[in-house]
């Protein structure tokens, strides 16, 4: 599957004209088909990641394999609460999003942390 960002963005046009007049009726199922249209463009999206898949699996069998499961979690929970908050956003719910983000930001520090005590063990074998 070739991923193309032009017929992507293209669809999402249709989709909103084609829902704008269940925004304008207050309609509750505007709020359904926006959380799928979300679902649809994040699996396209991660569809057409598969290069950046290949180059992290080159990673893994590099003399960097140490630092590949922390960079896929961070990766993982970035993308995971980007989503999340956006929706949140999109559906009104701006309180939501900022703790979700909070969230995602300590959870990325905590997957990190074996990177940090791997550099202090290296720094502290020169000094």
């Known amino acids: 599957m070739n991923f193309s960002i032009v017929a992507l963005?293209?669809?999402v046009v249709g989709v909103i004209v084609i829902l704008f007049p269940l925004k304008e009726?207050?309609?509750?199922?505007?709020l359904i088909a926006v959380a799928a249209l979300s679902l649809v463009i994040a699996v396209y999206s991660l569809k057409g990641?598969?290069?950046?898949?290949?180059?992290l699996e080159t990673l893994y069998t590099s003399r960097l394999s140490?630092?590949?499961?922390?960079?896929?979690k961070v990766l993982g929970i970035t993308l995971?609460?980007?989503i999340t908050s956006e929706l949140a956003?999109?559906?009104g719910?701006?309180?939501?999003?900022?703790?979700?983000?909070?969230?995602?930001?300590?959870?990325v520090i905590a997957s990190v942390m074996p990177i940090f005590d791997t550099l202090l063990g290296e720094?502290?074998?020169?000094v």
Do not use: Q, W
Not at 66 to 72: A, D, E, N, R, T
């Open 80 to 82: 995971i609460c980007n």
């Open 89 to 91: 956003s999109d559906l």
């Open 66 to 72: 140490g630092y590949f499961k922390p960079l896929i």
């Open 49 to 55: 990641a598969h290069s950046i898949f290949l180059y």
């Open 93 to 107: 719910m701006g309180s939501v999003t900022g703790k979700i983000e909070l969230a995602g930001k300590i959870a």
């Open 9 to 11: 963005c293209g669809a």
């Open 25 to 30: 009726l207050k309609n509750n199922y505007f």
């Open 123 to 126: 720094i502290e074998r020169l």
